[in-house]
């Protein structure tokens, strides 16, 4: 091969991807077909520059440097820059998980709203009537209950291990909920209503023997944060269960791919939300601090979560972030 004529056939070309280039962020419809068309054609040409090197011997190193390095910026300029996973995860903790929150805000205070009344009501229900008492336990059980198990609970493991086992619970009634929405969100009902049960159970027993101090002392810590993530969960699988029924002017199956997606999304962010109650849990809830400063910690915690999915979810949301985890396809661009 004569590379003098085939640079000079080309060198037109060469230029034109340089300065196509150079203004990729300014490119019209057609320039950026023209700047996949010239880095195409460039790919080929360095192919060929490098396999005449190879089977002749005859070679420029420079101008050879100079196309892989052209074509380097173009394919760059086609593809895109790979994202560092440090700014995934700062994308996903500052808008994708904020935005699959906040986009689920209503459900969230719906299922926040059923649980409480239905524990309230559960609650005062049991404390109230003493038959109702002895009918759901033996005597003996609701002793040994509101004496000893409710509140040795709580310290009858080492804290490490019991942080573990808490998460991990915690974490599995949560993927229920988030799971069991594809069941047009009839289970995630059960697990929802059935956590709201067992809580106005735990509830009536302690008020009804006057240990309503203890109880709320105990749980309030941890429980603020815990059940507002479970709630949450729920609130991400009946919304999920809710697009099979309704896509909203979407096809369904479209619909529910971008729902599901981000519930994953809100699934992954309750990780780290459940693993800090388990945490308060384990460590806080046991402790010997006063009632009013554990409280205070969840307190703290609970609106610190909320305060940070809606704030950000906010902003996410009117930017356009919808909390889908769909990568963008590997496409070439087009006009």
């Known amino acids: 091969m004569d590379i003098e004529a085939f640079a000079a056939a080309h060198q037109a070309e060469w230029d ?60 760059s300029a086609v593809t895109g820059v790979h994202v560092p996973a440090w700014k995934a995860v700062a994308r996903f903790a500052v808008a994708g998980y904020p935005a699959a ?6 459900w969230w205070l719906g299922t ?10 559960v609650a005062w229900w049991i404390a109230r009537s003493p038959g109702v008492q002895n009918a759901l336990l033996p005597p003996a059980d609701a002793r040994s209950l509101v004496q000893h198990q409710f509140q040795g609970y709580y310290t009858a493991n080492p804290a490490s291990s019991f942080a573990a086992q808490v998460w991990t619970n915690n974490v599995w009634v ?3 909920s988030l799971i069991f929405g594809i069941l047009l969100g009839i289970p995630t009902l059960y697990v929802l209503l059935s956590n709201a049960v067992n809580v106005g159970v735990d509830a009536g027993y302690m008020i009804g023997h006057g240990k309503a101090a203890l109880f709320f002392s105990l749980i309030l810590p941890h429980g603020m944060l815990e059940l507002s993530a479970v709630f949450l969960a729920a609130a991400a699988g009946l919304r999920l269960g809710w697009t099979i029924i ?34 308060i849990e384990a460590f806080v809830t046991p402790s010997p ?26 902003r996410a949301v009117l930017a356009g972030e919808t909390g889908d985890m769909e990568e963008a396809p590997d496409l070439l661009p087009h006009a």
Do not use: K
């Not at 196309?67 to 394919?75: K, P």
């Not at 929150?101 to 209503?106: F, M």
């Not at 926040?112 to 009501?121: D, G, Q």
């Open 16 to 75: 034109r991807l340089g300065v196509l280039v150079r203004r990729r962020r300014q490119l019209t419809g057609p320039e950026i077909d023209e700047l996949v068309r010239l880095y195409q054609r460039a790919g080929t040409h360095l192919s060929q520059l490098r396999a005449s090197a190879i089977s002749s011997g005859a070679s420029d190193p420079a101008r050879t440097a100079r196309l892989s390095a052209l074509v380097a910026s173009a394919r």
């Open 101 to 106: 929150v906040y986009r689920a805000r209503w």
């Open 112 to 121: 926040t709203a059923v649980s409480l009344v239905l524990a309230v009501v």
């Open 174 to 176: 949560a993927a229920q």
């Open 246 to 279: 309704d896509p909203g002017g979407r096809p369904r199956g479209q619909a529910l791919a971008v729902e599901g997606r981000s519930t994953v999304t809100i699934a992954l962010g309750m990780i780290v939300a459940l693993g800090v109650s388990g945490v």
């Open 289 to 314: 601090l006063p009632a009013w400063a554990r409280i205070t910690i969840g307190a703290v915690a609970v609106c610190a979560f909320a305060g940070y999915s809606l704030w950000f979810g906010r």
